[in-house]
C-alpha cells in the first residue's frame, strides 16, 4: 500500500531524485526492491546510490523535524525521508503499471479491430505504439526489438517480463497465442472486455472504500484535534500534563494536516487511474498554494477579523472569472465528448472506400453543436492539404479532449488500413460510447467523495466551536490560568484554513481541473471560517 498511496501525486517536482541519485556516492548495500524497480524503469542507477540519497534527504528531514518539535518529530521525519527515497522507484514502476492497465482495453481493442481488417500484425503493433501513450512506450519498445531481430513471442514476452502485473501478463500471452495461432483480433478483443471488466470492478471496489476514507478523514480532521484541545485543558488538571502553547501551534499547522494529507493520499492511490485523463502539471496549482499561503500569512497577523475576511474576498473575486471560464469549457467537453459515440455510428453506414474528408465533413453538418464545429473547422484543415494525423492532433489539443484525440487517431489509422471502414467506425463507436459511461461512473464516485470533503467544511468548525465552548467553560469551573484556550481560538481558523487548501488541492486534482483549486479554496475557507465564528466560539473567549 506505501508504494501506492505515495505514489498518487507523481509530479514533475520529483522527477529529478533520479538525476540526484546518479550523483550519489554508492554504499555497498543490497536493496533488491529498489534494483528491481530501477531495471523495469529502464535506468542503469546502483541500488546503493539510492540508499545513500535516502540518508541525506532523511537527515534534512531529521533537522527540520528537531526545530519543529524536538528529538522525537526528528526521527519520524528522518524515517519519513529515507523511505520515501527507497520507496521512489517502486512508486513510479506502480504508477506506471497502473496507467498501461488502465489504457489496455482500448489498445488492445483496437488491435483486435486491426488485425480483424487483415492488417499485418507488425505494423498494427506500430500504430498502437504511435499512440504515446504508457502502453504504446512498451509496445514501441517490443517493435524495435521485432527491428532489430527478435521473435514476436519474444518481444511481446519482454512487455510482461518488465511488468510486474497479472493482468498485462494475461493481455501479452492472450496477443501471442493469437499470433502464433493466426486466430484474429476476436480473441485480443475478448481479452480486453476481460481487462475493462476489472476496471469496472475496481472503480466499484473504490465507491466502497471512499466511505471508509470519508470516515477516516473527518475523524482525524475534527475528532482527533478536539479531542487534543479537550486532553491539553483536562489533562493538566486530571493527569499533570503540561501541554505548551507551542505545541497547539505545531499539533494544528503541523501533525493534523499533514495526518489527514496523509488519508487523502491513500484515497487517491486506491482510486483506479482514467484512461482519458487531463494533461496536468505542478505549476497549474501554484495560484492555489500562493492562495494559501498568502491566506495563512494573513490570518497569522494580529489583524482584525473584518481585514482578515476581506482578503479572502478579494482572492474570491479574482478566482470566480477563472472558475467560471472553466467550467464552462468542462460543460462543453463533456458535451463534445457524449455526442462522440452518436456522431461515429451516423457515419457507420458510409459507403465502402469513402474518404476521411467526407467523413468529417459529415460529423461537421450532423448537427452534434461543438463537436460539430470543431469538426468543421478540421474539415476546413483537411481540405488546405493538411495531414490528418495533424488535423487530429489539433483537434484533440484545441478542445482538450484526451477521449476526442484518440478517437480520431484511431479513425485515421482505419483509413489508412482501407476495407470496409463502416464496420469499423461502429466498432469504434461501441469503444468510445463504453469508455464515456466508464468515465461517468468514475465521475459520479468521486463526487461523492467531493461532497463529503465540503460538508467537512460545515462539520469540522462546528464540532471545534463546540468543543472549545466547553474547554473554556471547564478551564474557568477549574480556575485554570491557562492560555490554550487563547491560543486555539488563534489557531483553529487557521487550521481551518489549511483544511481549505487540502481539500481544495484534492477535489480539483481528482476532476483533472487544478485552475478550480482556487475558487475550491477560497469558498471552503470563507463557509468554514465564519461558522466558526458565527457558532458562537467568540463568545468563549471575549
Keep these: 500500500m506505501a508504494d501506492r498511496f505515495l505514489s498518487a501525486y507523481p509530479h514533475r517536482l520529483y522527477v529529478d531524485l533520479f538525476e540526484l541519485a546518479e550523483r550519489m556516492p554508492a554504499l555497498n548495500v543490497k536493496a533488491p526492491g529498489v534494483k528491481k524497480a530501477l531495471r523495469s524503469l529502464g535506468y542503469e542507477i546502483d541500488e546503493g546510490k539510492f540508499v545513500s540519497l535516502g540518508i541525506l534527504l532523511g537527515l534534512v528531514f531529521f533537522v527540520l523535524g528537531l526545530l519543529l518539535g524536538g528529538l522525537i518529530f526528528g526521527l519520524v521525519f528522518f524515517a519519513f525521508g529515507y523511505v520515501y527515497v527507497l520507496y521512489y522507484p517502486q512508486m513510479k514502476v506502480a504508477k506506471r503499471i497502473a496507467d498501461i492497465e488502465a489504457e489496455m482495453p482500448l489498445s488492445l481493442r483496437t488491435l483486435g479491430m486491426l488485425l480483424n481488417m487483415n492488417v499485418p500484425f507488425v505494423k498494427a503493433l506500430k500504430v498502437i505504439a504511435e499512440s504515446k501513450s504508457p502502453f504504446g512506450e512498451e509496445l514501441e519498445k517490443a517493435v524495435k526489438e521485432i527491428e532489430r531481430g527478435s521473435s514476436i513471442p519474444k518481444a511481446l514476452g519482454s512487455i510482461a517480463e518488465r511488468m510486474d502485473s497479472i493482468a498485462v501478463k494475461r493481455a501479452m500471452a492472450q496477443v501471442i497465442s493469437a499470433y502464433e495461432q493466426g486466430a484474429g483480433g476476436n480473441e485480443i478483443k475478448r481479452i480486453a472486455n476481460e481487462l475493462l471488466s476489472i476496471q469496472r470492478h475496481r472503480i466499484k471496489e473504490f465507491s466502497s472504500k471512499s466511505a471508509m476514507y470519508g470516515l477516516f478523514f473527518i475523524v482525524m480532521a475534527a475528532v482527533a484535534p478536539t479531542f487534543f484541545l479537550v486532553m491539553s485543558v483536562v489533562g493538566r488538571f486530571a493527569f499533570q500534563m503540561n501541554i505548551s502553547g507551542e505545541m497547539v501551534y505545531i499539533m494544528y499547522l503541523v501533525v493534523f494536516p499533514l495526518l489527514s494529507l496523509l488519508i487523502l493520499l491513500l484515497s487517491k492511490s486506491s482510486l483506479p487511474p482514467s484512461l482519458f485523463k487531463e494533461k496536468r502539471q505542478l505549476k497549474a496549482y501554484l495560484p492555489l498554494l500562493a492562495a494559501a499561503a498568502v491566506v495563512t500569512a494573513v490570518w497569522l497577523l494580529p489583524l482584525d477579523v473584518i481585514f482578515k475576511g476581506i482578503a479572502l474576498g478579494i482572492i474570491l473575486l479574482i478566482s470566480a472569472k477563472n472558475f467560471y471560464s472553466s467550467y464552462k469549457e468542462g460543460k462543453e467537453v463533456e458535451s463534445i465528448e457524449s455526442n462522440l459515440p452518436d456522431a461515429l455510428f451516423s457515419i457507420a453506414g458510409m459507403p465502402k472506400g469513402a474518404h476521411i474528408e467526407k467523413i468529417f465533413e459529415r460529423i461537421a453538418h450532423a448537427g452534434f453543436g461543438r463537436l460539430s464545429e470543431e469538426f468543421e473547422t478540421a474539415s476546413k484543415q ?140 477560497v469558498g471552503i475557507a470563507i463557509a468554514s471560517i465564519a461558522i466558526f465564528y458565527l457558532s458562537g466560539s467568540s463568545g468563549v473567549v471575549g
Design 382 to 521: 483537411m481540405k488546405a492539404n493538411v495531414k490528418p494525423e495533424i488535423v487530429v492532433k489539433d483537434l484533440g489539443e484545441r478542445v482538450g479532449s484526451d477521449m476526442l484525440m484518440r478517437a480520431g487517431e484511431i479513425m485515421v489509422k482505419v483509413f489508412e488500413a482501407g476495407g470496409h471502414v463502416g464496420e469499423r467506425l461502429a466498432e469504434l463507436a461501441e469503444d468510445m460510447l463504453l469508455f464515456y459511461e466508464m468515465k461517468r461512473e468514475r465521475a459520479n464516485v468521486l463526487s461523492m467523495q467531493k461532497y463529503t470533503l465540503i460538508a467537512g467544511a460545515v462539520i469540522i468548525p462546528l464540532i471545534l466551536s463546540t468543543a472549545l465552548g466547553l474547554v473554556g467553560k471547564i478551564a474557568a469551573l477549574m480556575q485554570e490560568e491557562s492560555n490554550i484556550v487563547d491560543v486555539a481560538y488563534s489557531v483553529i481558523p487557521v487550521y481551518l484554513i489549511l483544511y481549505s487548501a487540502l481539500t481544495a488541492f484534492y477535489i480539483s486534482d481528482s476532476e483533472g481541473k487544478p485552475s478550480n483549486g482556487l475558487v475550491y479554496f
